[in-house]
């Protein structure tokens, strides 16, 4: 399989390195031969080579801080001239998210699905926005659109549902959704200033280029409108929901409410109401026998309420750079690999 990798930081690093650990796992387990064919960010340059590219040598120049397109194989042009140059069968689309408008992430998956690659995406904009005409144009193609680090990273929350909960009805999902937001107000519990307590989040990889996507509950909006779209079957936009994020919790607020045995979380939710499908973020004072009271950090969890089952929850990390790496990685197996 012929990847290419639009988008090279965080996530596109990460995915890189689970690549070189994981080679084995992959040939012997899946039967897929992987090779990078070609690499584009915006910062670091672009580089393409039909045969394969080194990637332990292209991330020893990305982490030195170094020009990626100072190394053999250097492309000229962005994304999408690189996208329309390559011959490879799936491109990775981990460039920066914007919520509000999707792009760049959007042109470059539409080029890609049009020129019949598989797409994964960890983006958020393009599949809060438009993922019922990426799925159409997907299937015309012949290809698979995936997006599975788009909610919770690489804890498959969208294939649980999808697959494991098959022949269940789902009549709601709820759940800490951000991880820098919960990061946050883990560590302001603890005494830590907002300030310092959203750096942290930032150095540790969870927050978003613009952390005010996290911290005003955009970021969790976006999660919960592809729940809603993927699971619930509307065709809903980021705006058509309440949403409310954390910047007005005070550390004398979050003091209060654990005198009070309670804790704040910012939390997102998808539920039916008789023929509707409603969705809200917002923090929520959560009593701390509830389950979701006890998830802290970065860490993210979701309960399904299901028609068989009851609840099912699953807890695991909802950011990071191998967490969401791997979420490109378990697209990749499923588009491509054999069992
Ligand atoms: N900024 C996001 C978070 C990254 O903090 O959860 C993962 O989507």
Redesign the pocket.
């Known amino acids: 399989m012929k990847l290419l990798l639009i988008g090279f930081g965080t996530v596109g690093q990460g995915l890189a390195e689970l690549l070189i650990e994981k080679r084995n796992t992959l040939l012997e387990q899946y039967k897929l031969d992987i090779q990078v064919v070609g690499i584009s960010d915006m910062l670091k340059g672009s580089l393409y080579d039909a045969k394969g590219l080194d990637l332990d040598k292209v991330l020893e120049v990305a982490k030195a801080g170094k020009k990626i397109s100072d190394l053999p194989g250097a492309f000229e042009g962005d994304a999408l001239a690189l996208i329309a140059k390559a011959r490879a069968d799936m491109m990775v689309e981990a460039t920066y998210?914007d919520i509000k408008t999707g792009e760049p992430a959007t042109s470059h998956i539409r080029a890609a699905l049009n020129k019949k690659m598989h797409v994964t995406t960890?983006n958020?904009g393009p599949t809060a926005l438009f993922l019922s005409e990426l799925n159409e144009l997907a299937k015309k193609k012949g290809v698979k659109f995936l997006y599975e680090?788009?909610?919770m990273?690489g804890s498959p929350m969208l294939n649980l549902a999808r697959e494991t909960l098959a022949g269940c009805n789902i009549t709601q999902v709820k759940g800490i959704?951000?991880?820098?937001?919960?990061?946050i107000l883990t560590r302001m519990e603890e005494g830590l200033a907002y300030e310092d307590a959203l750096k942290k989040?930032q150095e540790l990889g969870?927050?978003?280029a613009v952390?005010d996507?996290?911290v005003l509950g955009w970021?969790?909006l976006a999660?919960v409108t592809i729940i809603a779209n993927a699971m619930f079957g509307v065709k809903a936009k980021p705006d058509d929901f309440p949403c409310r994020g954390i910047t007005e919790i005070t550390a004398e607020a979050i003091a209060d409410a654990k005198a009070r045995g309670k804790r704040f979380k910012l939390i997102g939710k998808v539920w039916r109401e008789g023929d509707a499908v409603k969705a809200s973020v917002a923090p929520e004072e959560v009593d701390m026998s509830h389950p979701l009271a006890g998830v802290m950090g970065?860490t993210?969890a979701i309960t399904f309420t299901t028609d068989i089952l009851g609840d099912v929850t699953i807890v695991g990390p909802?950011?990071g750079r191998s967490e969401?790496g791997y979420s490109a990685l378990i697209d990749i197996i499923h588009a491509g690999g054999k069992r």
């Open positions: 998210t960890t958020k680090g788009t909610v990273s959704l951000n991880g820098t937001t919960n990061y989040a969870y927050a978003e952390p996507a996290d970021d969790a999660k970065g993210n909802g950011a969401t």
